[in-house]
């Protein structure tokens, strides 16, 4: 049935097409569903990805830019040299395949683990953080003229947001309590520029083969705000994956983040990295009891939910660390 909705869609958009085969569910994504399959072409068969909405899905979360927002800022980065897939096609009612759109399928590992283990990534390891600095910064030197419409956030509403979600688990714990203490009390204020955040630039969203970053995936969260977030979230210690010493997803360093982030253009602010680093860890430790609550209180009890629902005490070791006098502490 799949199959033959993708093979009807693609002889429309695609010249010379003739159908669709080897349509597959791929895992991941609580919000989204990913279909992979081959466009096929008397040229050579072309991989694509479907990414839409599940049926029945209602209107995107309140954080959520949507899915065609998602496809034309990929298109942006895409068209802009940056390491993102070309969007082939944004779904059309007429298509019978729901909300979303058809990217190009790009070949490469999401997996952390493989990434950070596997002998097949030894090479591209050493030069990831500094290319992730050099994308990130590409992504935030897009125009703003050019970007679809998109919500703007700034430190004082996410610590009110983050709060208010935090309040609302009825669940105290005092970690929690200290870390938005410290939000409110460091808030650095506004950025000299507002600028586009992917916002949620980390590991599973991001295509790595043996050569290096080949795709930036899952534009999902993307927003106008304080460039420095994406910088604090990728050096969240739970993107480390037990590599604790490698800041920058358990591969990299801090300052060879920077590094790539100055030398495509942007500038580097410590404080507000490090602001948005402390905002990053609760925000994922609220997530975290946040998946927990939905375990507990039902109709889906799915184990992965409980396990990472316990993973909000990881992020209270990391915000201790994180918010201890730098000179009495190893963090990283």
Known sequence: MMEAALSRCAACFYPGAT????AAKLSGGASQETWSFDIVHPGGNVGAILRRAPKGYGAAPTRAAGLDAEAQLMQLAHDAGLPSPRVLHVLEPGDGLGVGFIMQRIEGETIARKILRDEAFARARPILARRLGEVAAGIHALSRAKLPALR????????????????GFDWPRPVFELALRWLRG??????????????DFRHGNLIIGP???RA???WELAHLGDPMED???VCVNSWRFGEIDKPVGGFGSREELFAGYAKAGGRVDLERVNFWEVMGTLRWGVMCCG?????????DHAMERA????RASETEIDLLRLLAPRGNSNAG
């Open 19 to 22: 159908g669709a085969t080897g």
């Open 152 to 167: 703007v956030s700034t430190a004082p509403q996410e610590i009110a947001e983050l709060e208010r979600e935090y309040r």
């Open 186 to 199: 460091h808030d650095p204020g506004p950025p000299d520029e507002v600028t586009l955040l992917h916002g």
């Open 211 to 213: 050569d290096g970053l």
């Open 216 to 218: 930036v995936l899952d």
């Open 231 to 233: 910088l604090g979230w």
């Open 291 to 299: 998946m927990m609550q939905r375990f507990r209180s039902g109709p």
């Open 307 to 310: 396990m990472i629902g316990r």
